[in-house]
């Protein structure tokens, strides 16, 4: 990995950088659709691509089980099987410690897994999820991490910050003797919860190994903490690790997340959300979160966002006729699909171009009042960003321009 820092913002934390890999050179900061199986669900490789996406995420967990190492050394790697010539990161089977809790079983030695389709046993220790990974091929991999829900509290906590820590070791020791680490990247994931002691311990530890890892994500958050308490943990986590190593929050998918992690200087970041809402029938504009079953749009011959360049709004499909497709034809889904990564991508593409221009705070300004003017801003931002410089209500009366937590939608189940 080459990794260089172009722009700084002169206020907030936010950064533009350039990290090459194997596959190509992918600019930061970015955001990265997730491929579970190999596949982002509806699009082909080749219409991902022509988005202008250049880094993805792949599953080890999923990928393990199915279609199995055998089938993705026979294909040449994860790449190969899924005809995509671009950057690769794989996560490392982590997440589903909490996702699949009811199938799994924690030791010092690893995960036991129950398999969700047969339920035949798999134990995934750290090296093991590192060999995976080397045989899936990704430019960038992770450790396996101790992963809890966000909303644990108790000494659940800090033993899984202190085992994720000795995972760590056994991922760079057999990282380190496989002769890969000059092509895949490994990535050390940041845990403690919500209790900034135990983020500050792990921290120090994982600093501590800066020379045995090309970057840094910080895991254990977007569980259902409150956004107040998500924030904090952002920042002081990007506040200490490294400058010279990208910084990757996991599981941030909200345009308002995204940009307030920015700020605080977040480099890359996952999620399943632009895809998965793009299936509900939601699709993502600057002004929000647009509902296209509701009644309203069963008429309206307009795209779903005037000036959008994505494949959907540029065919004159309209928001009519998604209206009448919606979750009923697949079609729908994958028009939708294609402009909710495209409205992600000029989120990020338009932070970036914003930081080299040194007008950040006022994207942000500008970003937060037509996405959320009508309504009031989600106070966590208003105070997330205020801790980086930005005022997002100067100027403006607070009374009438302040809400709760909750992301602007046109419903409440959207995702």
Known sequence: MQFEVLAKCHTTRARVSRMRLAHGVTMLPTFMPVATQAAIKGLTPQQVEALGINLILNNTYHLNLRPGIQVLKEAGGAHKFQGWTHNLLTDSGGFQLVSLSKFTKITEEGALFASPFDGSPTMLTPEESISIQHTIGADIIMQLDDVVSSLTVGPRVEEAMWRTIRWLDRCIEFHQSSGKDDVQNL?????????????????????????KVAGYAIGGLSGGEEKDVFWRVIKQCADKLPEDRPRYSMGIGFAEDLLVCVALGVDMADCVFPTRTARFGVALTFKGPLNLRLGKHATDMRPIEEGCPCPTCTSGMTRALLNHTATLETAAAHAITQHNLVFQARVMGGAREAIINGTFPQYLKDFFANYFG????PEWC???????GVDLLEGRPESKTVSGDGAKWEYSDAA
Do not use: P
């Open 187 to 211: 990535f050390a994931i940041v845990q403690g919860g919500l209790d900034a002691e135990l983020r500050d311990k792990c921290l120090d530890e994982m600093i501590a190994r800066k020379d």
């Open 374 to 377: 009508d309504v009031g801003y």
């Open 382 to 388: 208003v105070s997330a960003l205020r801790s980086v």
